[in-house]
């Protein structure tokens, strides 16, 4: 299923406190879910089988690595889990880094709000807004990244750029 995000990636030690911030707008709480993306080596976009207790997916994107709210054009397939999805795939394309993280996720409409704690990269606020069926409209979808940023008091600088796969390439770099 295709579909376009608008979202942003920061940086936090204040965790706990942003998610204290979001649950007084009474939003969906759908659960922690202990996630591992296994990222393929691919030569355009990203690869990366999720394997959660939550969320298990194919997932292929391509966005620009800039720091702020982006554009992101996403190719979902969710999946019951199967061990021969993942062979598959590392025998195709091999193992490019594996990121291991648990992610408190929650939904105000189509906005969807990751609280991640990252195995090797620390405390990380994901926020999406997701046009699923083409009906918002790219401007909808900045106005409401826009919105959930200011009321996180987001700076410019806690904005990241790249991906946890390539946070963690350029760790072990």
Known sequence: ????????????????????????????????????????????????LREGNIE?????????DTAGAKQ?????????????????????HGIKVVVDKRRRIYFIDNVKFHFDRVDQLGTFIEVEAIDHAGESGIAKLQEQCSRYANL??????????????????????
């Open 1 to 48: 299923m295709a579909k376009l995000n608008f979202e942003f990636k920061a940086k936090t030690h204040e965790l706990e406190t942003l998610e204290k911030k979001l649950q007084e707008l009474n939003p969906l709480f759908i659960g922690e879910d202990h996630q591992i993306d296994t990222y393929f080596n691919v030569s355009t976009g990203r690869l990366k």
């Open 72 to 92: 992101s054009d996403v190719l979902l397939y969710e999946h019951k889990p199967h061990p021969a999805l993942k062979e598959i795939l590392v025998k195709l």
């Open 152 to 173: 996180f008091g987001i700076s410019q600088q806690d904005y990241i750029a790249v991906s946890y796969s390539d946070l963690l390439l350029e760790k072990q770099a």
């Open 56 to 64: 298990n997916a194919l997932i292929y994107y391509e966005r620009s």
